[in-house]
């Protein structure tokens, strides 16, 4: 069965650490797709990043940063100089893709709680 | 662009009451689902439909009824509401085109059952 799990449940930094956000993956799919998602204290679900599984460069934007490893069926969040706003919970999650494509589906992790302190 | 609209944004059920949670989208996706957010457990799939006339469950489908009649619509009904189904709903939407298929989620629908 496919399985997405964000063993950490809630971190706290102060302004200006850098932060990691772990993501793990079971899948015995060879196509799928992996996302990262942001959920601000207002509820909405920001959608950050999408990386499919053929593809294992490391993905850089801004202060945000995401390292896929098939190896290790990981794909880590990183950002850099944390600040205040990216308090949020964020959800790694997972797709099924069939051989035409997407299914719309999505398996979540359960979400890592972020406090950036001042 | 509305997106994907949900409606209502809260509401307040008594136990045994039944209601409808709408969604709809007008990006002509043939994808639709409803997520539930639960606290500690992330998002689960309660049903999903892969286009108009067709729907499937998916983790979590027990006390919920879905029907789409229509691409733009897909709603959620509980008939029956139960102090368990006390959650924050998505609905999301997307393109079965490659390139065009990331989801696309509403604001949400917080549901309080009494």
């Known amino acids: 069965a496919q399985k997405v799990t964000q063993a950490q449940t809630e971190i706290s930094v102060v302004e200006k650490e850098d932060v990691t956000l772990d993501c793990v993956y079971e899948?015995?799919?060879?196509?799928?797709?992996l996302f990262w998602y942001k959920q601000p204290p207002s509820g909405e679900l920001v959608f950050l990043i999408r990386r499919n599984s053929f593809d294992e460069q490391n993905e850089i934007s801004g202060r945000y940063s995401w390292n896929f490893q098939k190896s290790t069926s990981s794909f880590n969040f990183t950002i850099t100089a944390s600040q205040v706003v990216d308090s949020a919970v964020y959800f790694c999650?997972?797709?099924?893709?069939?051989?035409?494509?997407?299914?719309?589906?999505?398996?979540f992790g359960q979400g890592t709680t972020l406090q950036v302190k001042p | 662009n509305a997106g994907v609209t949900q409606t209502p944004k809260f509401q307040v059920l008594k136990t045994g009451q039944s209601m409808t949670l709408q969604c709809a989208q007008d990006?002509?996706?043939?994808?639709m689902s409803w997520y539930r957010q639960d606290p500690g457990m992330g998002l689960r799939l309660i049903h999903y439909s892969v286009g108009a006339g067709i729907t499937d469950q998916g983790e979590v489908p027990n006390g919920y009824n879905v029907s789409r009649s229509t691409t733009e619509d897909f709603p959620l009904r509980l008939l029956s509401a139960a102090p368990s189904q006390t959650s924050v709903y998505f609905c999301?939407?997307?393109?079965?085109?490659?390139?065009?298929?990331?989801?696309?989620f509403g604001d949400g629908t917080r549901l309080s059952i009494l």
């Open positions: 999301a939407s997307s393109s079965s085109s490659r390139g065009l298929d990331l989801q696309h």
């Open positions: 899948t015995r799919d060879t196509t799928y797709y």
């Open positions: 999650a997972l797709s099924e893709f069939s051989f035409s494509g997407n299914t719309g589906k999505l398996i």
């Open positions: 990006m002509n996706h043939e994808y």
